[in-house]
């Protein structure tokens, strides 16, 4: 079967025993090099995506996506619940209210956020029920000011179902200092655990007991929580629907709250992901050096193709090719052992725990004890592009060093 010229010797090149062996070894140590950071990578960023997975469903599944306030409180949240579920991105609706303070039990105090919530309407915008570790939502009864609190707070404080504690919070006066405190006793009806830090700054109660201490009439909420289908798209969303209901109305989401959290993370992985493309460049670099002695190696028979009338441009493509079947196969070969890592991390983190007896991650000291990996076809497009691009690159100055060879003077001592 016809081959260019170029393509033949440059892959007949890269099969052949060489007389150096020492720039076999180098061009094998490249082609590593490059799998290593290929699969490093992969494997990196899988995890990674699957920390920021796996607390975007904690954090985002507790706090509303978005909210629907105006300048007085509602009185029909239900209307407003309606407007906004015939947008197609909103997928449910319920009333909310929060407000902050501090807990006291036992001569110890603690800074919360109390949101106040409808039990029945609760996990149609969250995942609560689904992490109640001891009571239940069902047991917020209006009037009877019961508390749901997180695990970490129920743990500093010594606090089981059945036990009350005080609720302090801020209220402005006419008194000479402008504030005053209000306490109100509560009732622990249940604890919960989404393994992360609002376990500890998070508690809910009735919503109707939170108008009560936010001095509303009988079924005002301060806002609507919505939950979306896509909740990236909750900036947007949230303005539409609250210039759509009228200029009294404000929308709120969760990029206020807990936007910085996310960004950081973001930012964290992409710094990651350019410290870890530092190894693929290094293994790119020793192409170029496998390349050059690999062209001082062959300089007769550069000169002898050259005689025969192979062009300055064909002697170049031979070394890109042969520098090139080193970036494809590495890049190749550490693309399928990254994404085969990152599908079974989880599992090998696991068979070591067991092996070694140790845990790697501890419930008690990380929000989950788990290593999960989100692996996703984008990550993986872009790692084996970016290497496989760096490779070719490097091949350009070594075999542009080649074409250069003069015949005459590269046989003179032959």
């Not at 798209?233 to 709120?252: E, F, I, K, T």
């Not at 530092?278 to 062209?295: E, G, K, S």
């Not at 790692?383 to 074409?403: D, Q």
Request: glycine share 8%.
């Amino acid at each position: 079967m016809f081959r260019p010229l170029s393509l033949f010797i440059g892959l007949r090149y890269t099969r052949a025993k060489r007389r150096n062996h020492f720039i076999s070894f180098i061009s094998m140590t490249s082609m590593i090099g490059l799998a290593l950071g290929v699969l490093a990578m992969i494997l990196v960023l899988s995890v990674m995506n699957g920390f920021q997975k796996e607390m975007s469903s904690r954090i985002l599944g507790m706090v509303p996506h978005a909210t629907l306030s105006a300048e007085q409180p509602l009185d029909d949240w239900q209307a407003v619940a309606a407007a906004a579920l015939k947008h197609p991105q909103v997928i449910a609706a319920a009333p909310f209210s929060e407000l902050e303070g501090m807990l006291s039990y036992k001569g110890t105090m603690q800074p919360i956020q109390i949101n106040g919530v409808d039990p029945q309407q609760e996990p149609k915008v969250s995942i609560i029920t689904e992490h109640m570790v001891a009571g239940r939502l069902d047991d917020l009864v209006a009037g009877e000011f019961g508390i749901v609190i997180g695990e970490i707070t129920a743990r500093r404080f010594g606090l089981q179902v059945g036990d009350k504690l005080a609720l302090i919070i801020p209220e402005l006066s006419s008194m000479p200092g402008g504030i005053t405190p209000r306490m109100q006793r509560l009732n622990v009806v249940g604890v919960f655990k989404v393994g992360a830090e609002l376990d500890s700054s998070l508690a809910l109660i009735h919503v109707a007991d939170a108008g009560n201490l936010q001095h509303l009439q009988p079924g005002q909420v301060q806002s609507v929580r919505l939950a979306l289908q896509d909740l990236y798209q909750a900036p947007q969303v949230s303005a539409a629907l609250a210039a759509q209901l009228g200029a009294s109305y404000r929308a709120n989401d969760w990029t206020h709250s807990q936007g910085s959290l996310f960004g950081a993370m973001q930012m964290e992985k992409t710094m990651i992901g350019l410290l870890l493309l530092l190894i693929v460049a290094v293994a790119a670099f020793n192409i170029i050096a496998t390349l050059i002695m690999v062209v001082a190696d062959k300089g007769a028979d550069i000169a002898i193709l050259r005689t025969l009338g192979a062009t300055p441009g064909q002697v170049m493509a031979v070394f890109m090719v042969q520098g090139t079947v080193i970036g494809v196969v590495g890049t190749l070969v550490g693309g399928v052992l990254g994404v085969l890592a990152a599908l079974n991390v989880s599992a090998l983190v696991g068979w070591l725990e067991q092996a070694s007896g140790q845990q790697v991650l501890s419930s008690d000291v990380y929000f989950i004890n788990n290593l999960p990996a989100d692996l996703q076809a984008l990550d993986v497009l872009l790692i084996c592009g970016a290497a496989f691009t760096l490779s070719f690159l490097a091949t350009l100055y070594p075999s542009w060093r080649a074409a250069q060879i003069q015949p005459a003077e590269a046989l003179r001592y032959e």
